[in-house]
């Protein structure tokens, strides 16, 4: 066989094969054969615009972790629908690429000064107070950026915020319009109010009338399937034991304490940079950094010169300070320069991917590590801890294969010295105490604990606590007996009962000649919108929206209450409240009016450009 392979290799069509092969690699490398079999189409496209499958992997990751983060303490990955969650940032993304390919054809910019400002003032990225470079990258690590990626990021949301803030900057309310809604809103009413109550003390609900609503209910009235579980807790405090931590110990974390400072020397440091862009080429920057550091050299003062020639949006309002550095935290030539510098020394012209340096070093200190006696009960509670994670973490490793060889909790109760406990019945939406949280709610309601009748996999509800479940008893779901919700039908009806001869009472009266009929009315003056106190919100929005009276001609309405009651509102007269409102005020409620017709406005053209736009999601 391998001679017949041989034979036909030497063939034409060989040839031809190997030579495509050749010239595919030569231009577009060894993925491009994978690619060619594994290419998928882009998840959307707009406008002939492609949105990229990493665009949405990504998207979906940082959603996960914001909602993640907005979870809490509760977080759990298996909460959130992969499919739901693809389709919402995949339609953000629609959203967001339609408003940015109008956004640039419409002009909008952004610099990359600004950029760089908005980088280097971010709180996230700065330790104690200014921008930190290790803090920026450790931080763009952690959300999946590289800084290219993320400054590609923060120029789209820039240019997206622009675009909204546009509208909302252009909309604007006349004066008249604003001082109708001031009137309007400080705008007060004498009403009078009759109530009438749902007295219940008198009503009586037969036995058929519960039936009925018994029936009527049908599944409303099922219950939850429902588990009662026994579980064992593994809990790390329980290792914790700072008697059992020995001088010897002790001198041992101190001595790695003492190291971790050896060779943390920090230098305050200033520096004037120069960017090389097309207004400033290379030997441009040169030049100018060798005409300021014969400046220097004549006695100018660094912060001046720092001010007036740095391009260094960060520093140069501040002279140049960079504050204390340390060792690796400008890495290369930045660095190289730095530390071979005496206080007080200026640097000859650095060059770095940033541009032209002049750095001068205005301190130089040391980091000592404090005396033991500062820090020995620190040092023993650090060693505890330690102590306590390690056997911990080794009776975690025991605990977890306890759990899958055994067939009960009693094994595992026996060897981890843990108390086998007795939960309460709880169902798919939760219990009481720990029950409340979800993952042990989906390991108790899971297969292998309901329909296998065996131990769950160890469930680690927080940081050093872990939970093993097994089923103690499964109640199924069922509809409740007419006598467990006897009470509450007959209190409901009742309730129903009152509340609509309340209501017709009210009705009745009114249709009676309201102004005429012996009532209880209470008369409340000057009342304003939303006030708040005894009155109750939907007597409130009634007299407001009822009309102005005429004359002596009052208007009357029948109001429904929240607690069953019902009650007749008469509007007697209108007044206008004699509060001041300042031009603060004024100002304020202009630009929340325009605010709001701003976002009115952009949101209906938005829909118009999405309207328009070909979107294809494949």
Same mark, same amino acid.
């Given at each position: 066989m391998?001679?017949?392979?041989?034979?036909?290799?030497?063939?034409?069509v &060989?040839? $031809?094969?190997?030579?495509l092969?050749?010239?595919?690699f030569a231009?577009?490398?060894?993925d491009?054969?994978?690619?060619?079999?594994?290419?998928?189409? *882009?998840?959307?496209?707009v =406008?002939?615009?492609?949105?990229?499958e990493?665009?949405?992997?990504?998207?979906?990751?940082?959603?996960?972790?914001?909602?993640?983060?907005?979870?809490?303490?509760? *977080?759990?990955?298996?909460?959130?629908?992969?499919?739901?969650?693809?389709?919402v940032?995949?339609?953000?993304?629609?959203?967001?690429?339609?408003?940015?390919?109008?956004?640039?054809?419409?002009?909008?910019?952004v610099?990359?000064?600004?950029?760089?400002?908005?980088?280097?003032?971010?709180?996230?990225?700065?330790?104690?107070?200014?921008?930190?470079?290790?803090?920026?990258?450790?931080a763009?690590r952690?959300?999946?950026?590289?800084?290219?990626s993320?400054?590609?990021?923060?120029?789209?949301?820039?240019?997206? =915020?622009?675009?909204?803030t546009?509208?909302?900057?252009?909309?604007?309310?006349?004066?008249?319009?604003?001082?109708?809604?001031?009137?309007?809103?400080?705008?007060?009413?004498?009403i009078?109010?009759? /109530?009438?109550?749902?007295?219940?003390?008198?009503?009586?609900?037969?036995?058929?009338?519960?039936?009925?609503?018994?029936?009527?209910?049908?599944d409303?009235?099922?219950?939850?399937?429902q588990?009662?579980?026994?579980?064992?807790?593994?809990?790390?405090a329980?290792?914790?034991?700072?008697?059992?931590?020995?001088?010897?110990?002790?001198?041992?974390?101190?001595?790695?304490?003492?190291?971790?400072?050896?060779?943390?020397?920090?230098?305050?440091?200033?520096? $004037?940079l120069?960017?090389?862009?097309?207004?400033q080429g290379?030997e441009? &920057?040169?030049s100018?950094a060798?005409? $300021?550091?014969?400046?220097?050299?004549?006695?100018e003062?660094?912060?001046?010169?720092a001010?007036?020639?740095?391009?260094?949006?960060?520093?140069?309002?501040?002279?140049g300070d960079?504050?204390?550095?340390?060792?690796g935290?400008?890495?290369?030539?930045?660095?190289?320069?730095?530390?071979?510098?005496?206080?007080?020394?200026?640097?000859?012209?650095?060059?770095?991917?940033?541009?032209?340096?002049?750095?001068?070093?205005?301190?130089?200190?040391?980091?000592?590590?404090?005396?033991?006696?500062?820090v020995?009960?620190d040092?023993?509670?650090d060693?505890?801890?330690?102590? *306590?994670e390690?056997?911990?973490?080794?009776?975690?490793?025991?605990?977890?294969?306890?759990?899958?060889?055994?067939?009960?909790l009693?094994?595992?109760?026996?060897?981890?010295?843990?108390?086998?406990?007795?939960?309460?019945?709880?169902?798919?939406?939760?219990?009481?105490?720990?029950? *409340?949280d979800?993952?042990?709610? /989906?390991?108790?309601?899971?297969?292998?604990?309901?329909?296998?009748?065996?131990?769950?996999?160890?469930v680690?509800?927080?940081?050093?606590?872990?939970?093993?479940?097994?089923?103690?008893?499964?109640?199924?779901?069922?509809?409740?007996?007419?006598?467990?919700?006897?009470?509450?039908?007959?209190?409901?009806?009742?309730?129903?009962?009152?509340?609509?001869?309340?209501?017709?009472?009210?009705?009745?009266?009114?249709a009676?000649?309201?102004?005429?009929?012996?009532?209880?009315?209470?008369?409340i003056?000057d009342?304003?919108?939303?006030?708040?106190?005894?009155?109750?919100?939907?007597?409130?929005?009634? &007299?407001?929206?009822?009309?102005?009276?005429?004359?002596?001609? /009052?208007?009357?309405?029948?109001?429904?209450?929240?607690?069953?009651?019902?009650?007749i509102?008469?509007?007697? &007269?209108?007044?206008?409240?004699?509060?001041?409102?300042?031009?603060?005020?004024?100002?304020q409620?202009?630009?929340?009016?325009?605010?709001?017709?701003?976002?009115?406005?952009?949101?209906?053209?938005?829909?118009?450009?999405?309207?328009?736009?070909?979107?294809?999601?494949?």
């Amino acid at each position: 066989m391998l001679q017949s392979m041989r034979d036909n290799s030497q063939g034409i069509v &060989a040839k $031809i094969l190997v030579g495509l092969i050749i010239v595919v690699f030569a231009l577009w490398g060894v993925d491009s054969l994978v690619g060619l079999a594994t290419a998928k189409p *882009a998840p959307a496209e707009v =406008n002939g615009q492609e949105i990229s499958e990493t665009e949405l992997f990504r998207g979906i990751d940082l959603q996960r972790r914001q909602v993640l983060t907005q979870m809490g303490d509760n *977080a759990d990955p298996a909460l959130l629908d992969d499919v739901v969650l693809r389709q919402v940032v995949l339609n953000n993304l629609i959203d967001r690429t339609v408003q940015l390919s109008h956004a640039e054809t419409s002009g909008l910019f952004v610099s990359d000064q600004r950029l760089d400002l908005m980088i280097v003032t971010t709180s996230e990225f700065q330790v104690d107070g200014r921008f930190d470079r290790g803090q920026f990258e450790a931080a763009l690590r952690g959300a999946g950026f590289t800084p290219l990626s993320y400054r590609e990021l923060l120029r789209k949301e820039t240019l997206l =915020n622009q675009l909204r803030t546009s509208f909302d900057s252009s909309a604007f309310m006349t004066g008249s319009e604003v001082e109708e809604l001031l009137r309007l809103n400080t705008q007060t009413r004498d009403i009078r109010v009759a /109530r009438f109550a749902a007295d219940q003390t008198s009503v009586e609900v037969s036995d058929a009338d519960v039936q009925a609503s018994y029936e009527a209910l049908g599944d409303q009235l099922l219950t939850e399937e429902q588990a009662i579980v026994d579980f064992v807790v593994l809990d790390q405090a329980k290792f914790l034991n700072t008697d059992s931590v020995t001088d010897d110990d002790i001198s041992d974390a101190y001595l790695q304490l003492v190291a971790s400072f050896d060779g943390k020397e920090e230098r305050k440091a200033r520096h $004037i940079l120069l960017e090389i862009n097309e207004g400033q080429g290379l030997e441009s &920057a040169l030049s100018l950094a060798s005409d $300021i550091r014969q400046k220097l050299s004549e006695g100018e003062s660094f912060s001046d010169l720092a001010a007036q020639y740095s391009q260094d949006i960060g520093s140069a309002d501040s002279g140049g300070d960079l504050g204390y550095l340390t060792p690796g935290l400008f890495a290369g030539p930045f660095d190289d320069a730095l530390f071979s510098l005496n206080t007080g020394e200026i640097s000859q012209p650095v060059e770095t991917e940033f541009g032209i340096h002049l750095i001068k070093v205005d301190d130089i200190r040391g980091q000592t590590a404090p005396e033991i006696s500062e820090v020995r009960e620190d040092l023993r509670s650090d060693v505890a801890e330690a102590n *306590a994670e390690k056997e911990y973490v080794a009776a975690l490793e025991r605990l977890t294969d306890l759990a899958f060889s055994s067939g009960d909790l009693v094994p595992i109760a026996e060897e981890l010295g843990l108390e086998i406990q007795t939960s309460d019945a709880f169902s798919l939406s939760g219990g009481s105490s720990e029950f *409340a949280d979800q993952k042990l709610v /989906r390991a108790a309601f899971s297969d292998v604990v309901i329909k296998e009748g065996l131990n769950s996999d160890p469930v680690e509800l927080n940081r050093g606590r872990t939970f093993v479940l097994n089923l103690n008893e499964l109640q199924p779901a069922r509809r409740l007996s007419l006598d467990e919700v006897r009470d509450d039908i007959t209190e409901r009806l009742k309730r129903e009962v009152a509340s609509s001869a309340a209501l017709e009472s009210a009705r009745r009266a009114l249709a009676n000649g309201a102004s005429n009929v012996n009532l209880e009315w209470a008369l409340i003056s000057d009342l304003s919108r939303g006030q708040i106190g005894d009155l109750e919100p939907e007597v409130v929005d009634t &007299a407001f929206a009822m009309p102005k009276p005429q004359g002596d001609l /009052r208007s009357y309405e029948v109001v429904q209450l929240n607690d069953g009651s019902a009650a007749i509102v008469s509007v007697d &007269a209108i007044g206008q409240s004699q509060d001041v409102i300042g031009d603060e005020i004024r100002t304020q409620v202009s630009r929340m009016l325009s605010r709001s017709e701003g976002s009115e406005a952009f949101r209906a053209y938005f829909e118009h450009l999405k309207s328009s736009a070909e979107i294809a999601i494949n």
